[in-house]
């Protein structure tokens, strides 16, 4: 679910290992940070969504969904300067617990493999509130592009833009259905024509 506004944070993100989630076992040895996917953007290229903690100036701390890499930058030693530090500003949506279908993977949390966004778990085990932000840009094609091949993170489109194409569809089939029904129901209120006598000399 998706809030209407975007919201904007000032904080600052937590992006190496934390003690904490390292004594848990798990086998997040580079980042503090969760790869969501693979996923798309929405343009076919298949990728992975960074989710990392971010403490505000406020002493809380939420989850942030930072954006988009693309998978020959899954390491985060190939992608350096993804790493954000200092005061940042985080403007993005507000997101909850995605629903998981049945078509995808359950998350493999040892194997840290996650194929869907289950924030109450990544919340519990970064120690954070069960809140998600997902960040959003508005930047260019072209800026989006040099970004992705630094492997910086790219934000969603900050616009929501539901298409139903099911309604499309029904819309199509029922007009051309209506079309056919018109030219039957034509064709069978048309007398036959009747055969034409020749006469005889």
């Known amino acids: 679910m998706l809030a209407s506004a975007a919201t904007s944070l000032e904080g600052q993100l937590h992006q190496d290992i934390g003690g904490s989630f390292a004594q848990r076992g798990h086998s997040a040895t580079q980042a503090h940070q969760i790869l969501l996917g693979p996923r798309t953007r929405g343009d076919g290229n298949a990728g992975y969504f960074v989710i990392t903690p971010f403490e505000r100036d406020n002493g809380t701390t939420i989850l942030v969904k930072r954006g988009w890499i693309s998978p020959d930058k899954k390491d985060q030693k190939l992608r350096p300067e993804s790493l954000e530090t200092g005061e940042v500003e985080v403007v993005g949506l507000i997101r909850v617990n995605e629903e998981r279908n049945t078509f995808t993977p359950d998350n493999d949390i040892k194997r840290n493999q996650w194929y869907w966004a ?6 519990k085990m970064f120690n954070t509130q069960p809140i998600m932000i997902e960040r959003v840009s508005d930047m260019s094609p072209s800026r989006e592009y040099a970004l992705i091949e630094k492997g910086i993170p790219v934000g969603r489109s900050p616009t929501v833009e539901v298409r139903n194409h099911h309604l ?11 079309a056919t029904s018109v030219m039957l129901w034509r064709l069978l209120r048309k007398p036959p024509a009747r055969p034409v006598k020749i006469k005889r000399v």
């Open 118 to 123: 289950d924030v109450d778990t990544i919340a």
């Open 168 to 178: 499309n569809y029904l819309i199509t089939w029922y007009s051309l259905s209506l």
